[in-house]
Nanobody
Framework: QVQLVESGGGLVQTGGSLRLSCATS????????MGWFRQAPGKERAFVAA????????YYADSVKGRFTISRDNAKNMVYLLMNSLKPEDTAVYYC????????????????WGQGTQVTVSS
């Protein structure tokens, strides 16, 4: 069982930055690929970024590529999402996900989700 708790969301102006954190519990954290998804009002939850268990492979949605960076610290059981050059269209609730699979442009969410953290980008 893995429990996930996101933090770091907030209100930021266009062009600003935020760093989201995902604290995880469970001794098996290091074996899971981890990812971030987001859900804007009236829209379906969408993939944002993923990182493999060792941290040496990452994958991003085209909409955030070059602006967002996912990272992890297995010693601290933490996953991060650094978001730069934020745009109003990045406004959403951001969710941490554990156990996802990603390969060849295919992303399959894992079974474990956090409660989400709100990110609002003002224009």
């Amino acid at each position: 069982q893995v429990q996930l708790v996101e933090s770091g969301g907030g209100l930021v102006q266009t062009g600003g930055s935020l760093r989201l954190s995902c604290a995880t519990s469970g001794r098996t954290f290091s074996i899971y690929a981890m990812g971030w998804f987001r859900q804007a009002p009236g829209k379906e939850r969408a993939f944002v970024a993923a990182i493999n268990w060792s941290g040496d492979s990452t994958y991003y949605a085209d909409s955030v590529k070059g602006r967002f960076t996912i990272s992890r610290d297995n010693a601290k059981n933490m996953v991060y999402l650094l978001m730069n050059s934020l745009k109003p269209e990045d406004t959403a609730v951001y969710y941490c996900n554990a156990g996802l699979q990603f390969a060849f442009d295919v992303v399959i969410p894992g079974n474990y989700w956090g409660q989400g953290t709100q990110v609002t980008v003002s224009s």
